[in-house]
């Protein structure tokens, strides 16, 4: 999206005016779908939850709501199934980010539910990441590769992502290196879950949506079966596709996120609907 300030007014009447016109309804729960917004961080779900929030059918929970998040991670299941019962929207639409993890068990708790996991290139993403987060990158990678960490970067990772990379992983190496790390182990739970085969998830790409943004919207929209409006694409664009250089990944590292890579790029070519 484009993040200047006249879009932020629109969007800001938008709600308001969806908020009234959502106040005269109230679906049964059997009528509300849940749909969780998942990915990597920097890979584009805000702006996949702002098109969303452009929906008169949907209620958007973002990480910074505190009804839903504390500090970014999601409440319990007791307190999201509450939210949920007295949404007056029929689409119950939440961020997962720190429960990427969980996605097929939450999938199955909330049904009826579905999935949009949304994944962005690798250097692109690390160069965010060291934009936004940098400051203690390097020590929370350490931890959670070694495992010695409760924090939710560590949970759900498998052995043989581990053993990957652990002798690569140090608290010797740059930012860069761990921003590349978390690229790969986090993105790839998305296998490790078998969401490929479920057919209640939804793969997309952060760089197709961005170049192509009114045919993805479209295909995003026919899969969670909420009616298309253009101002849900209007304001996506793609200046951010490539805009720096590549970072400079240690090889053996790049060489696992582009496998990585590699196995989702014939997914965004035939993923799920036509």
Same mark, same amino acid.
């Not at 990772?157 to 053993?163: C, H, I, L, R």
């Not at 490539?242 to 400079?248: G, N």
């Not at 090889?251 to 993923?271: D, K, S, Y």
């Given at each position: ?5 006249t879009n932020s007014i629109k969007l800001r009447l938008f709600l308001l005016y969806k908020r009234n016109y959502l106040s005269l309804f109230s679906p049964s729960a059997a ?24 929906s008169l059918r949907a209620y958007v929970y973002h990480e910074t709501d505190v009804r839903a998040f504390d500090n970014f991670e999601m409440r319990n299941v007791k307190v ?44 692109? !993403? #690390?160069?965010?990441? @060291? ?6 990158? %390097?020590? *929370? /990678? ?19 992502t581990k053993q990957q990379l652990e002798h690569c992983v140090h608290p010797g190496m740059n930012e860069v290196l761990a921003a590349a790390a978390q690229w790969y182990f ?17 793969? !997309? #790409?952060?760089?197709? @949506? ?6 993805? %919207?479209? *295909? /995003? ?54």
């Amino acid at each position: 999206m484009k993040y200047d300030k006249t879009n932020s007014i629109k969007l800001r009447l938008f709600l308001l005016y969806k908020r009234n016109y959502l106040s005269l309804f109230s679906p049964s729960a059997a009528n509300k779908q849940t749909v969780f917004v998942s990915g990597m961080q920097r890979s584009g779900t805000n702006m996949l939850m702002k098109v969303l929030d452009y929906s008169l059918r949907a209620y958007v929970y973002h990480e910074t709501d505190v009804r839903a998040f504390d500090n970014f991670e999601m409440r319990n299941v007791k307190v999201i199934r509450r939210l949920l019962e007295s949404s007056k929207a029929p689409f119950f639409i939440i961020k997962t980010l720190c429960e990427l993890q969980n996605i097929s068990q939450l999938t199955n708790e909330f049904q009826p539910a579905k999935t949009i996991w949304i994944v962005r290139n690798y250097d692109d !993403v #690390s160069n965010s990441m @060291l934009a936004s987060f940098k400051k203690n990158i %390097v020590s *929370r /990678i350490v931890r959670a590769v070694k495992q010695e960490t409760d924090e939710w970067l560590a949970a759900g990772m498998s052995q043989q992502t581990k053993q990957q990379l652990e002798h690569c992983v140090h608290p010797g190496m740059n930012e860069v290196l761990a921003a590349a790390a978390q690229w790969y182990f986090r993105n790839i739970l998305f296998f490790e879950q078998n969401l490929h085969d479920d057919d209640k998830v939804l793969l !997309v #790409s952060y760089e197709q @949506l961005g170049t192509q943004p009114v045919s993805e %919207v479209q *295909r /995003i929209c026919k899969f969670l079966g909420i009616t298309y409006n253009k101002s849900m694409s209007n304001d996506i664009f793609s200046g951010s596709i490539s805009r720096r250089k590549k970072p400079d990944i240690n090889p053996e590292v790049r060489e696992l996120c582009g496998q990585l890579m590699a196995q989702f790029e014939p997914l965004f070519i035939n993923n799920k609907p036509v």
